[in-house]
């Protein structure tokens, strides 16, 4: 700005919002800037700017402001000042904001704000620019996030200028004066208004979540272990959980209120498609009950059963949990499943009952089925409305009162337990850990009890829900460890951490994920080999349940087998590693593990249908093969018992038991082979019960049975990648369904092709693809027929030639084709 100093528009004498952008708003009454630069000079003042690098630097401001420093576009200052000229008592302003006062006297009661945006070049039309401040205030008082953005809504701002919305509160550091920080997120949005010529209006209907990494580190030592709390959510899937978790989070305003806040923690791109939770996450918030601040650690867990490793990773890190019912559906198998994780490890469980606003909910009915099932009182349920967040406000006190605080001993040496992992690209291994005893900071050393290395602390955070860094991490919180982890092998889930100079005793950490299907992996692109190699490796230190293996077929090259925790966790992995890097892969059947019993009384874990022993071997040598079994849990309502019935005994089922939840709900359990339920038993269970019946299993050992392989056979020779190991009971219809698809797939060849089903040494399906044929006796337009027939039999000879000594070339687009139909 330059001449003579002009006055400043603003709405209102309590709030103002400032441009120097070359083209100030016309005079009106309001403040001076010499005004303003005498308040500057006497308040306390801290400025966050964003240098030609694109950091942040975050310093004290120093009285006179250096228009030089900040000449360039897109080189910002963002400050806010406070000051109390009307309060004796800055306590006032919280009661201030709870008194039926006007606007006016409300923001007088708060203290003028003032945000001032420095910027050379006026901001081009229709560009949005983020903006991050420090917002500074020797009191802790601010009205709360929803009433500061219905004032601005009302006061609709018409000048150029940006909306502050704070995300959380930051405690001050020990040995400072008291001095409160706010983190506040700005946005500026540059749609122009009729207000005046030149002006700019605020976008206040979108907000900001802000990334906080940009704003330096904050400080917990003040959260003793009394003041924290370590839950998570389980539910059943589609219960509710990831929205309970974004109004949790709303609610300590550790994330802004937005329309489009919908599974803020759901961070995959496959989680948002399918809309369910894969991942479990984590998010530290903020929280104050009674006049006391709480550090509130939350987990959220995924609901399907093919992530029950999740879960149990999860509750070993928390204290309590909420166990999350839907008000409509009521419990459901993986209800059941769930309670009884947590149960087992003996943490606080808190009914809650979801979407009591639905029409159809029946809350009390519910509340008395968690009282029948789990013997816990129906009086203690919580009911809310994550959706309409109704009664949310009730959870995080009932957390603080219920939930125990972790039980760790700051003044002993550091010990953490390693529960999650995720790779980045810069930094490398990023380790989540719960700190168990003592403390760490940077620059601290550590050791591992699995591999034995020792790893110097280069950065350690809590999730805000992304990263935020802060000085260190102290008995009972949770929080990630950057550890200039160099191979994607030395972070072990479930290893435990502690200081170099006072290695302990290890924690008994987790039971190892058991695959219970088993796939095959390759490229289709056979160059593409290491690259897939790498994206693999990647993706298992995120998801450390998948077992690998290489192995490599003559049809499809080098490859993997893989083991899951079931057929939607394969189908999860294939979609990550798609999406994620890019791969081209072909995934093969999925196969269950069996045992074959010798009759040396020696046995062998089959993975991988080509180690299967040949028919003359079980004759010979195999005492009997065995498959695994599950027992399952299936609740659905009483019109669809009858057709469920009929599934399971058609799937070799075993009842075990049948019980009513209520007048309407029924409780099946079954004892199945895992190789039936791994197909499409799920789906066929949805079909029947109009997808109203839900489904959990858990291993049950293993059980003799009558199994076979069958193989694919093209011309007499047998396609390693298609073989399968099934019950002989249903060899033939799965080989006239394989033989019958694989022939629309093939290309047809100068001879003939002929596809083949076999066990052993029987053929139980046959498809033929005759050969494309030249027309020889084109050119004989009469005569005698022998000299046709001569032609073709000529042909015919010539077909046996090249089918003796051609092979038949399946593209690798064929066989991605055939899998992915099957599947």
């Known amino acids: ?16 919002s400032v441009d120097f952008s070359g083209r100030p708003p016309p005079p009106t009454e309001g403040y001076s800037w010499e ?27 120093q009285n006179q402001i250096d228009r030089t420093k900040y000449k360039n576009a897109g080189e910002y200052i963002a400050f806010t000042l406070l000051n109390w000229p009307d309060l004796k008592d800055p306590a006032d302003a919280t009661n201030a904001m709870t008194e039926n006062l006007s606007m006016q006297e409300r923001y007088k ?14 901001v081009p039309v229709q560009k949005s620019i983020q903006y991050f401040v420090l917002w500074s205030s020797r009191d802790m008082s601010l009205p709360s996030e929803r009433e500061r953005l219905d004032e601005y809504l009302k006061l609709q701002l018409g000048i150029p200028g940006v909306l502050g919305l704070a995300t959380d509160l930051l405690p001050p550091a020990p040995g400072k004066r008291k001095q409160w920080i706010w983190i506040v997120g700005y946005r500026y949005s540059s749609t122009i208004t009729e207000n005046a010529p030149g002006t700019r209006k605020l976008d206040i209907g979108e907000g900001y979540k802000m990334k906080p990494n940009s704003l330096g580190t904050i400080e917990l030592e003040t959260f003793g272990t009394d003041q924290i709390r370590n839950f998570s959510i389980i539910a059943h899937v589609d219960h509710g959980k990831s929205t309970l978790a974004d109004r949790l989070l709303e609610l ?40 006391k601040r709480y550090l509130l650690n939350l ?26 019912v839907d008000a409509a559906q009521g419990i459901q198998a993986q209800t059941v499943a769930n309670f009884y994780l947590a149960y087992g490890q003996d943490i606080k469980i808190i009914p809650v009952i979801n979407k009591i606003d639905l029409p159809a909910a029946e809350p009390d009915r519910v509340a008395s089925q968690i009282e029948v099932a789990f013997e816990m009182p129906a009086n203690e349920c919580i009911q809310i409305s994550a959706k309409s967040s109704l009664n949310v406000d009730q959870i995080l006190p009932a957390i603080i009162d219920n939930v125990p605080p972790p039980c760790g001993d700051i003044n002993k040496p550091f010990k953490a337990l390693l529960f999650d992992s995720w790779y980045d690209t810069y930094v490398g291994v990023i380790c989540l850990m719960a700190v168990i005893d003592g403390s760490v900071r940077k620059g601290d050393k550590i050791v591992s009890a699995h591999s034995e290395r020792r790893y110097e602390v280069t950065e350690t955070g809590i999730m805000y829900p992304e990263q935020l860094p802060t000085s260190s991490l102290q008995a009972g919180q949770v929080g990630y460890f950057i550890l200039n982890m160099k191979t994607l092998s030395e972070s072990h889930v479930g290893d435990t951490f502690f200081d170099h100079r006072h290695i302990g005793t290890p924690m008994p950490g987790f039971v190892p994920a058991k695959p219970m299907v088993w796939a095959g992996i390759f490229p289709i692109d056979t160059a593409d080999f290491e690259k897939l190699d790498h994206s693999i490796a990647k993706l298992t230190l995120n998801d450390s349940s998948v077992v690998v293996q290489k192995e490599t077929s003559t049809a499809l090259g080098q490859g993997w087998r893989l083991g899951f925790l079931g057929t939607l966790h394969m189908d999860v992995f294939r979609q990550r590693l798609e999406q994620e890097y890019d791969a081209n892969i072909i995934i093969t059947a999925p196969t269950v593990p069996y045992k074959i019993e010798y009759r040396d009384d020696t046995h062998k874990l089959i993975r991988n249908p080509t180690e299967f022993p040949d028919m003359d071997e079980i004759n010979s040598k195999v005492k009997y093969i065995k498959e695994p079994m599950v027992r399952s849990t299936i609740i659905f309502p009483k019109e669809y018992l009858g057709d469920i019935m009929v599934l399971c005994g058609s799937r070799r089922g075993v009842q075990l038991e049948h019980t009513y939840l209520d007048e309407n709900r029924v409780l099946l359990k079954y004892r199945l082979p895992l190789a039936e339920v791994v197909t499409d038993f799920h789906e066929e269970l949805k079909g029947r019960s109009s997808g109203f019946a839900s489904f959990d299993y858990e291993e049950d050992g293993y059980d003799e049975a009558d199994l076979v392989k069958m193989n694919i056979i093209l011309n007499s020779k047998p ?17 006239r369904d394989w033989v019958k ?5 093939l290309s047809r ?50 077909k046996k030639r090249m089918k003796a000594i051609g092979g038949v070339e399946v593209s690798q687009e064929a066989f991605y084709d055939f899998m992915s139909k099957k599947k």
């Open 749 to 798: 060849q100068l001879f003939e092709i002929v596809i083949q089903a076999s066990v052993g040494n029987k053929i139980i399906a046959r498809e033929g693809l005759s050969a494309l044929r030249k027309n020889v006796i084109a050119k004989c337009y009469g005569g005698d027929v022998s000299r046709k027939m001569k032609l073709l039999n000529k042909q015919k000879e010539g």
């Open 299 to 324: 987990i959220d867990t995924p609901g399907h059963m093919d992530f029950n490793f999740e879960v149990s990773r999860s509750l070993a890190a928390c204290q309590g949990t909420l166990l999350l």
């Open 741 to 745: 698809r694989l022939k629309g797939l």
């Open 719 to 735: 396609v390693d990648a298609l073989s399968i190991i099934l019950h002989r009971s249903q060899a033939e219809i799965v080989g």
């Open 35 to 61: 005004h303003i630069k005498n308040a500057i000079d006497t308040s306390s003042l801290h400025v966050l700017r964003r240098t030609d690098k694109g950091q942040y630097e975050y310093e004290q401001w």
């Open 109 to 122: 009661a708060i203290g003028p704000r003032l945000s001032l945006r420095l910027n050379h070049y006026p």
């Open 1 to 16: 700005m330059t001449g003579k100093e002009q006055p400043l528009a603003t709405p209102n004498p309590y709030l103002h």
């Open 252 to 291: 300590a305003q550790t994330i802004t209120k937005r329309k489009d806040n919908k599974q803020v923690l759901d961070k995959l791109k496959v989680e948002r498609e399918r809309g369910i939770t894969v991942k479990a996450q984590s998010a530290s918030m903020f929280y104050t009950y009674k006049g």
